[in-house]
């Protein structure tokens, strides 16, 4: 769905739009893919989500390390 460049939206369009950008990101599509489907910037969408009240993941996942248990008996 594409939305026309440079168009205004508002009031209950726009409320609409959140809420179906909102239920996007919840099934796990990231903003930028939802802004390149609907032609519209990052910050866009990311306006319109935190309108919708949607919970915003962190950037990049976990990098951390996994981490292994220490074998029982061990000593340091």
Do not use: W
């Amino acid at each position: 769905m594409k939305l026309p460049k440079n168009k205004r939206i508002v009031g209950a369009e726009r409320a609409q739009l959140a809420d179906a950008l909102a239920k996007q990101y919840a099934g796990g599509e990231s903003i930028r893919l939802i802004a390149l489907n609907i032609g519209r910037s990052y910050g866009f969408v990311h306006r319109l989500l935190e309108e919708a009240g949607a919970e915003l993941r962190h950037r990049g996942g976990d990098n951390r390390a996994p981490q292994t248990p220490e074998p029982a008996g061990a000593t340091a």
